[in-house]
């Protein structure tokens, strides 16, 4: 069971609800938003995004397991732990699983265009896992906009945008910036995993951005990346500092400043255990940028 739950990376999806849980009961309740999904709806889209998740991470241990074996064996669980066929079937029940739900919902909305809302992510996580997590650069901006396609999700489906209020405009407001937020940690965290895992992928004549121009090269396009998120958080700090004192304030110590820090810390990194501390960093920037909006709802 343990393996299991290490297989879909539980401390992932429970990142993923905790977004949606901020958004939908305490964003959204604090700024009284009106929302198109009941509970019960909002539960089948939990139960959707969950699966389709899970089953990519599945997928992705399938494709990357020669990969895994040299770079990481410590952690390796298909093979290990389930055989490739369990493994292969596990996905397939649970890509299947989050589909249906998915198209369920669809139905039940009188929407079932927003099916490929569902079906598309979990086709992309399939074509990652097989072709272009190799490929240098397009693999992290893919997985990055799927991670930022989970904050976006509730503004497609849950936001009644015929409402043009104030603050439904801070709302969606909050969710795109979060949502820019999260895609460029995530596309820094993606290449910063790549050049952790550099030796064993030149073994197997993969393309990524570190195989292809060098660690160093590589270092220089992560810390031009870094300029994007840290830009969002000086913007918002410096625009909201007079209305916003404590979630400016949240900002500046909790999510600008470590952001600093890994900087430095990208710049001075040399060795695997340098750039595997540097990942674990940027994790928890994510955490806490994703806990702003607590932090606005409170002092709304």
Do not use: H
Request: net charge positive.
């Amino acid at each position: 069971m343990v393996a299991f739950f290490n297989l879909v990376r539980w401390k992932n999806l429970l990142l993923i609800v905790y977004i949606q849980l901020l958004l939908k009961f305490v964003l959204f309740s604090s700024f009284n938003i009106v929302s198109n999904l009941s509970l019960i709806q909002f539960i089948l889209l939990l139960v959707s995004l969950l699966c389709i998740t899970a089953a990519g991470y599945i997928i992705n241990d399938i494709f990357d397991l020669k990969s895994d074996l040299l770079n990481k064996p410590e952690k390796v669980i298909v093979s290990k732990y389930f055989s490739k066929e369990k493994s292969q079937q596990l996905y397939k029940w649970i890509n299947s699983i989050g589909i249906i739900t998915g198209i369920g919902l669809a139905l039940n909305l009188n929407k079932p265009s927003i099916s490929l809302v569902f079906i598309g992510p979990s086709l992309l996580l399939n074509l990652y896992s097989k072709k272009l997590k190799s490929l240098p650069i397009i693999g992290n901006i893919v997985v990055s906009l799927l991670i930022s396609f989970c904050i976006l999700i509730l503004f497609i489906l849950d936001i009644n945008t015929s409402i043009k209020s104030y603050d439904q405009r801070i709302v969606i407001s909050i969710i795109f910036m979060l949502s820019f937020f999260a895609f460029f940690i995530n596309l820094i965290r993606e290449i910063i995993k790549d050049i952790e895992d550099v030796n064993g992928d030149y073994k197997l004549n993969m393309k990524t951005l570190p195989i292809l121009i060098g660690r160093n090269r590589t270092k220089i396009i992560v810390l031009f990346l870094t300029i994007f998120p840290i830009g969002l958080l000086s913007y918002i700090i410096i625009k909201y500092s007079t209305t916003y004192n404590a979630v400016t304030f949240y900002l500046l110590f909790f999510s600008l400043l470590p952001m600093l820090f890994t900087v430095l810390k990208i710049k001075s990194a040399k060795s695997i255990k340098n750039y595997k501390t540097i990942s674990t960093y940027l994790k928890i920037i994510m955490l806490l940028g994703i806990t702003t909006l607590l932090v606005i709802s409170i002092n709304n």
